[in-house]
């Protein structure tokens, strides 16, 4: 049988011979305490690929606010329907998750919680202010949802002064009906202006996901509306279809074109890209704090 | 004798399918190098193999779709 996935669509999986369930340790050790604080990560619920990879490394991106989304995006595996109320005790495990692993950086994600009349900006703001109470040196990325637009909402995060706001792009204006229904590339695009506007000193950064039939051209041209609202980071990688109910893959785009795309945006003067088929909004996240972030404060 | 486990791919992959062995029962293989490629919904991934020995069993052929926690195949020291 041959695979269906071209030769560049593979992840290595080491299974280290001490452990008797046949899982990484390090693996296993990072998923059992994210069991025992009983919280979620988008790792687990978007099936990432890289997610051994990351666990073994001790590190996951927190997804707070439940595993229930709200919105019905076509590309995304996590959960629908109607969310269970707020924990108000997550931003304190999420505290706690990040000084056992002790990280360096972290990135704290949500679903999309239009239920809740602040959007679940409070839930943001709370577990940034624990998260730093306990770990004063880490780095803090939020990869927040459109807040519907809310200015308010954006403003409740930015208080809490997170490193790094992210908002995902996620693909091309032409797009959207298709992958992402319920919401808009202006509003996503304005959101991200409204954080530099509002604090201009946090690093803001996008991401976006290749291979739903976009044109190379329209790629480009999202580029260029990032760094016309000047964002910092943009990250790009291949879409890969989570199970059959989900949009399917329309191409597979190869390396060579993730490293064009790679040298076309630093050539728009972004800060730092990541691109690559395994490319992910928080793949490595960390390595833009330790170029950037460790060089600013010391 | 060392059971080659489908690990736990994360809570929403519930099951993979062997796309191919890249050696057959009988055959020595090396830590760390490639023994067999299982695909998921998203990606296909290379399993390593976790010890040095003979690959004496094969368990799921390629097709087949296995779990986490399945016995793929044994490999004797």
């Known amino acids: 049988m041959v695979s269906r996935f071209p030769p560049w669509i593979v992840k290595r999986l080491s299974l280290a011979p ?8 390090e693996v296993n050790k990072t998923r059992n305490l994210l069991s ?17 990879e990351c666990f073994a490394e001790s590190t996951a991106t927190f997804m707070i606010l439940g595993k229930i989304c709200t919105r019905n995006c076509k590309f995304c595996s996590v959960a629908k329907g109607s969310p269970l109320p707020v924990d108000q005790k997550e931003p304190k495990r999420i505290a706690q998750a990040v000084k056992k692993l002790d990280l360096k950086h972290v990135v704290i994600t949500s679903v999309t919680r239009d239920d809740l009349p602040d959007r679940g900006a409070s839930q943001f703001f709370s577990t ?4 730093r109470s306990i770990n004063p040196d880490v780095i803090i990325e939020v990869l927040i949802p459109d807040f519907a637009g809310s200015r308010e909402a ?14 995902n792009l996620e693909t091309v204006p032409s797009l959207y009906r298709k992958v992402r229904p319920g919401a808009s590339y202006e509003r996503s695009l304005k959101l991200l202006k409204l954080v530099k506007i509002l604090q201009s000193d946090i690093y ?11 044109e190379k051209q329209e790629i480009l041209q ?24 989900h949009l399917e893959v329309r191409r597979f785009i190869p390396p060579s074109e993730f490293e064009e795309y790679k040298k076309v ?7 730092f890209v990541a691109s690559g088929p395994f490319v992910r909004s928080s793949y490595r996240a960390n390595e833009f704090s330790s170029r950037f972030i460790r060089k600013v404060t010391h | 004798m060392k059971e080659i486990i489908l690990p736990d791919m994360g809570e929403e992959v519930k099951e993979a399918t062997i796309s191919f062995w890249h050696h057959e029962e009988g055959d020595k293989v090396t830590k760390g ?20 020995g003979v690959l004496s069993k094969i368990s799921a052929g390629e097709g087949e779709v296995v779990k986490s926690g399945q016995v793929l195949g044994i490999i004797e020291e």
């Open chain 1, 222 to 245: 999202v580029m260029e509306d990032l760094r016309r609202i000047d964002c910092d980071i943009l990250t790009m990688g291949q879409y890969l279809q989570p199970s059959s109910s």
């Open chain 2, 33 to 52: 190098e490639d023994l067999v490629e299982i695909t998921t919904e998203k990606a296909s991934f290379q399993v390593e193999a976790p010890v040095s």
């Open chain 1, 18 to 25: 001490s452990d008797k369930k046949g899982g990484g340790e």
């Open chain 1, 128 to 131: 940034v202010m624990e998260v």
């Open chain 1, 36 to 52: 025992r604080l009983d919280l979620h990560t988008v790792c687990e619920g978007a099936r990432c690929p890289n997610l051994w």
């Open chain 1, 204 to 214: 803001t950064k996008s991401s976006l996901m290749l291979g739903l039939g976009e």
């Open chain 1, 265 to 271: 945006a630093e050539k728009m003067e972004f800060l």
């Open chain 1, 154 to 167: 954006i403003n409740q995060v930015l208080e809490a002064r997170p490193e790094i706001v992210g908002h």
